[in-house]
Each structure stands twice: as structure tokens, then as C-alpha cells.
């Protein structure tokens, strides 16, 4: 055996987030809260940011009127009726011989505080309302949507009219005019979160607990449906001044000689033969505010991550992932009488995007699958398997995710030089891929058999009655009994391990050449899992086809894989065939994670474990990115550490390979 003391002697402190050794009292920078990092993605956003001090600026403007107004907004300059801008009227005079600008100034004050006061009026009766209809259900929900509905059916600014032509004109009879129209959208989005906020396992705690129901709906519930209201808020603010102002134009809203954008806009409207500009100052006024109520919405929507996100400079299209490499890699070059690999991955870069710049996800990750062999793609959650898995059928959503080096080439063909169509006909024919929870993966829309004779009529180009008899053969293939009947079944009549079965089927319609398999037994038990590895074990042997299966459990690899490639923290660790990785580890992590299988043992045994977790990958270390969890670790494994053959097909990413003597599995 290796004499270790060397290695004794100069394991090092766990390293920090940048690879430099972590001091014993070194204090964690606090985390920033989600209301923090709204703040900074919404003022990243230039456009918002000028909006919110738009806005800023004239609720400034409002609050300080009589300071920033150079007269009353009433006092009349007696023989000035149209007069032009000047140094004592800064925008002139209306027909009365009154200050435009004063009436501008102080007209903003009237309509910011009315606006304010009916978002209000509507938030009161829609938050009640909507999180009542939303948590309680049943007759209660269906009872208040009936008349949310009743609301919704009759234009708001038609319903507002007749509202306030019973009530009669004042800017207090607007107000409550308008808020119970605009109410109903903002019950009908709250109801619509409050539904599924409720199903959540925290709401079944809270109830578990005795919290009261008038605790759990306001300090529960509403909280977490306050993103998408705020933006609702911030977008209606704009349509509220509109309205508002419709009103005083058509005579309903602030009584004369009182200001408001929309009493100017009158005024205006009557004179507009005599003095067209008049018109100008407050529509202008009035347009530039509601378009930045509209604008600081979409920075909010965006900030809060309720709409899809926008990165600046990445482009990207749905269903695609974005290629952004500096040059495709050359293809390894097979020696001679060795046959060329189905696929084959070198150097796969993966970043997300952000507000904050790129971060890498996946770093240097090269394997090789052969036709008709069996890769296992094992590691700990968070390890990058599944974001391996899907960059290889270019199915990580762009924005975020783009391959930013490397290539994947399958059949000698670089899948990243592919564009949309060429990539769309590659899927389902020459590799198809199942994904863990088939409830998710599955239409609950359709039938089985429609979707399996929509993925033969695509793929097969066969008749709507030929696809339908080759669907019933498939799902006779994954072990489905009484295949015909079952096509007529929706997923949510089949159990956990026929829908998978069914998932399985649909992947195999287009006969590919590689199957990708995503964990798909995960959501199973143990008992129905063993019987999808047996279908999967089969199929791959009659079908001669090649699989990447991608799991966290090494007792599943051993079962069913030839090879293995170990991932930790977005990079292949070590890589060899089944029988020499059980039986003799070359890197830590792979000791770890042979030693975490779960075995017989005696009473009283503590289990193994691996301490520590898989760290971000906005914090990994500079060196060996294991090295903060491993005992073996010393200071050579500060630098980074590149994959090194060890014999035939085997690589380790270890500086400590050739020296250390670990333990495989019992």
C-alpha cells in the first residue's frame, strides 16, 4: 500500500469560493435578499430606471406644487386670454388668461393622487376577494367569479360612465367610479396565483399547525402572490390616468376652476379651433407618465421573474440553444481499426446568462458513447448531468443557457452547427431522449394514442391508421397490456410506471440510434423501477441502440452500463468501464460516492456520507473543485486540474491519482 503520511501532512483548510484557503473565523458575506436583488436587476435596466424617476420627479412635482408653480393655478391675467409662452407664463395662457404651466404643475397633484387612490379603492376590494375565491373555492370562488365575470363582460370606461352619471360629477365620485371597475382583473390574476400557491406543501403545514385561516391568506398566501400583482399595479397605474382623464374630458371629473390633466385637456378641447396649443402641455404630460408606468411594469416583470427574462446581447430562439463558441474543436482522429464512436463530446462549455454576466455551468466535459453501449452519467444532484444531457439536444432555453466552447458530434456530424430545422429532424430519429417525471413530460390534454400516432405520422410519415396499429405495437414493446385499449387513456388514468412505459414508447417511435435517459426512474418505486431497467436492458439489446443514462444511483449503473463517467460540480471527474471503477476508484469523489451506496451492515453502524455540498457555480474554487470536501486534498490541489489517461479508456481529474490507494465497493 501507497504510504499516505506525505498526503497527511499537507491536507489543507477547505478553500473559499475562489479557491484561496478559508481562514477558521472568516465571516460569509450575508446573502441578498430577493427584494435586494429585484432592486439591482430593475435599475440595470436603463429604460426602467429613467421611468422610475420620471415618475419620482413628478410625484416631487405634485407633493411641492405651490413651490414649483410660478402663480396659482386660478389666478387670471386679465386681458391675456392665448397668450404665447413668455418669461411670466412659461407655456402661455388659456382662454381665461390663467398660467398653463401653474395648471400643469398643480393639475398633476389632482390626477397623481386620484390615480393613486383608485388603485387603491381596487386593490381593497380585489385582494379580499381574490384570495377568498382563490383559497376557499368551491360555491364561495364560483360565486365570486360570477360576478367578477358579470364586471368584466361591460367595458370599464362604459361601466365607469354610467357609474358616475348617477353619482354625478367630482373628482370623489370618479374614484369610486373607477375602482370597483378595475377591480375584477385584479381579483381574476390574484384567484388565478392563490390556486396554485395553495397546493404547496407549506400551506399544508400551516394548516396542519392550527394557524388561522385570516393568517394564512394574508401572511401566507399574499405574499406569494405579490410579484405578479405588483407588476399588474404598476401597468394598470398608467390606464388609470387614462381614464381618468376621459372622464373630466367628457365633464365628469374635477369640478371647475379646480386643475386636472384631464379638465385642461377639456378646456383644451373646446378652444381647439381658436388655440391648438393648449392641448399640448397636458397630453404630453399625460402620455409621458403613462408610458412610464408601462415601462417601469416590464422592468418589473423582468427584475421579478415573472415574464420571460431579458439578457442584454444574447440572442435566442425557442427550442434552440444558442451557440456563441469561439471555434468548433477538431474531431479526435480514430485509430486505425477502431471503429468511430456514435458520439462523441469534447470540451462542452454550458453557460447561463444573467443579469450579472455569464457564469459556467459546464466546463470542459469529454466522453465518448460507441453504438450500442450503455454510459452511465452519475453524481450528485446539482453535478450538471441534466444540463449535460439536454445540451446535447440543444434543448437548454436561450436565453439563459448558450454553448459557449466545445462540440458534440454524433455520426461524425457537430450537432452545434446544426440551425433549427436540421436539428428538429436529428431529434426523435437519431436520438430521442426520456425525462424524469413523465406526468410533467406528458400532454394530460390528449389521449396516449394521439400523441404516440402524432410522433409516428411525424417522424414515420405513416397513415393516421397505420401510426395508430404501430402506437399499439409500441406500447405492446414496453410491456403495456391490453396495448389497444390503452391508447384511448388520458395520463392521468395510467400509474406512474405504465406512464413512463408510454414515455419510453414515444421515444422509441423514430427507431433512434441513442437514447438519452434523464433519471426515469426516479418518481418510480423501487419495485417498478427494477422492471423499467429490465424494459430499458432489453430494448437496448434488441434494438442494438446506445444509451446515456444519466442517475445518481450506482447500484442502477451497475446493472446496466458498460462505462461510467463520475461529474461533480460541472466537470467529468473520472471516467472508466463498470467493473474497474467499482472495483478500484481513482478519485476521491468516486470513493465517496461507492462508499454512500447503501449496504447491509450491523447494528448501531453510522452510514457514509460525503461532507459537505456541491458548491454554486458562481462560487467554484479555483483548483481541484472536490478539493474542499475531500480528505485528501492537499495544496497542489489549489490549481486546476485537467482529465489524465490512466490506462485504456480510464481518465481522472486528480493530481493524487497515481499515488493514492482507494476503497471500491464492498
Known sequence: MTDTSDLEAGRRAPTGGDGELASADATPAPPIGPWRRTAQRFLRDRGAALALGFIVLMVLVAVF????????????????????????????????????????????????????????????????????????????????????????????????????????PGINKVIFALGPVIAPGFVRLIRAQALAVREETFMEASHSLGTPERRILFQRLLPNVASPLIVAVAISSGGVLIAEAGLSLLGFGVVPPEASWGAMMQRAYINIQNEPWQVIPPGVALALTVLAFNTIGDGLRDAMGVGVPKVRGLKGRLGLTTVERPAPLPARAAAPGEEAPLLSVDGLQVQFVNDAGPVTVIDDVAFEIGKGEVLGLVGESGSGKTVTSLSIMRLIPSPPGRVSGGSIRFQGTDLLDLDAAAMRAMRGTEIAMVFQDPMTSINPAFTVGNQLVDVLRLHAKLSKEAARNRAAELLDLVGIPDPRSRLDDYPHQLSGGMRQRVLIAMALAGEPKLLIADEPTTALDVTVQAQILDLLKSLQQSMDMAILFVTHDLGVVADLCDRVAVMYAGQIVEQAGVDELFEHPRHPYTEGLLSAIPQTSAAGERLVSIPGVVPQPTAMPTGCRFAPRCTYATDACAHPVTLTSVGGTAVVRCVHAATLELKGAK
Open 65 to 168: 406644487a405651490p413651490l414649483v408653480a410660478n402663480h396659482e393655478p386660478n389666478e387670471l391675467f386679465v386681458g391675456q386670454s392665448f397668450d404665447k409662452p413668455n418669461g411670466t407664463t412659461w407655456l402661455g395662457t388659456d382662454d381665461l388668461g390663467r398660467d398653463l404651466f401653474s395648471r400643469l404643475v398643480f393639475g398633476a397633484r389632482v390626477s397623481m393622487r386620484t390615480g393613486l387612490l383608485i388603485i387603491l379603492l381596487a386593490l381593497a376590494i380585489a385582494i379580499p376577494l381574490g384570495l377568498i375565491a382563490g383559497f376557499r373555492g368551491g360555491l364561495v370562488d364560483n360565486a365570486i367569479m360570477r360576478v367578477m365575470d358579470a364586471l368584466s363582460s361591460v367595458p370599464a370606461l362604459v361601466l365607469a360612465l354610467a357609474v358616475v352619471a348617477m353619482l354625478g
